[in-house]
C-alpha cells in the first residue's frame, strides 16, 4: 500500500486549491497528478482491507437462516404434526386409554396452534409484535406440556403393557414436539 502521509494530504489539497484558481505551474500539475493516484490507491486499497475484515456470511447462509426460522416454516411443521396426528388417529389399533386421551388431546391443541399461527402469516397480525410473542410462547409451553405429559403417561404405563404401536407414537410425539419448541423458540428469540 502506498505511503499517503499527512504531508502529501496538505500538498494535495494546496495543489487543488491552486488548481482551482488556474494559478498552478506545469510540474505542479504533474504532481497533483501523481498525489490524485497516489490517494486513489490509498483509498481503494483501505476499502478493500476493510471489506476483508468484514464478516464472511453469504446470502446463501443468511436466506437458508431466514427460511428455517419463519413463521411459514413454523405453520409448515405445525400443519404436518397435526395431520400426522390426525392420522394416527384415524388408524389408531387401540391400546391403553390414556395413549387415546393423549392423542386427542394432541389434536385439540395442535390445531388451535396451527389456527392461530396461520393468522399470523397470513393477516396483519403479524405487525403486531405484542400478539406475535404471546403466540410463540403459546407454542413453546403447549409443546412442552404435551411432552411432558407424553413423558409421565409413558412412565406411568411402564408396569402395564405397551404395545409397539404406543411407545412409536411416543416417540412420534417427542420428535414433532421437539421440532415445533426448537422452531418456536428461535422465532421467539429472533424477535427480541
Not at 384415524?90 to 393423549?102: I, K, P
Not at 413423558?151 to 405397551?162: Q, T
Request: glycine share 8%; aromatic share 12%; charged share 20%.
Amino acid at each position: 500500500m502506498p505511503d499517503f502521509t499527512r504531508d502529501d494530504e496538505h500538498s494535495l489539497d494546496l495543489l487543488r486549491n491552486k488548481n482551482e484558481f488556474g494559478k498552478i505551474k506545469a510540474e505542479e500539475s504533474k504532481l497533483l497528478q501523481q498525489l490524485e493516484q497516489k490517494y486513489d490507491m490509498f483509498i481503494r486499497e483501505g476499502l478493500s482491507n476493510m471489506s476483508r475484515m468484514a464478516p464472511r456470511r453469504t446470502t446463501r447462509q443468511l436466506r437458508l437462516r431466514c427460511v428455517l426460522i419463519s413463521w411459514p416454516m413454523l405453520l409448515l411443521s405445525l400443519g404436518l404434526f397435526f395431520v400426522f396426528t390426525l392420522f394416527l388417529l384415524q388408524f389408531y389399533e387401540g391400546g391403553g386409554g390414556w395413549s387415546l386421551s393423549l392423542l386427542q388431546w394432541h389434536i385439540c391443541l395442535v390445531g388451535v396452534l396451527v389456527f392461530l399461527v396461520a393468522l399470523v402469516c397470513f393477516t396483519q397480525i403479524r405487525e403486531r409484535l405484542f400478539i406475535n410473542r404471546a403466540i410463540l410462547c403459546a407454542c413453546v409451553l403447549i409443546s412442552v406440556i404435551l411432552g411432558l405429559l407424553t413423558l409421565a403417561v409413558l412412565f406411568h404405563g411402564r408396569d402395564e403393557e405397551y404395545n409397539r404401536w404406543d411407545r412409536g407414537l411416543f416417540v412420534i410425539f417427542g420428535v414433532g414436539e421437539g421440532l415445533i419448541v426448537v422452531e418456536s423458540a428461535s422465532l421467539l428469540f429472533n424477535s427480541f
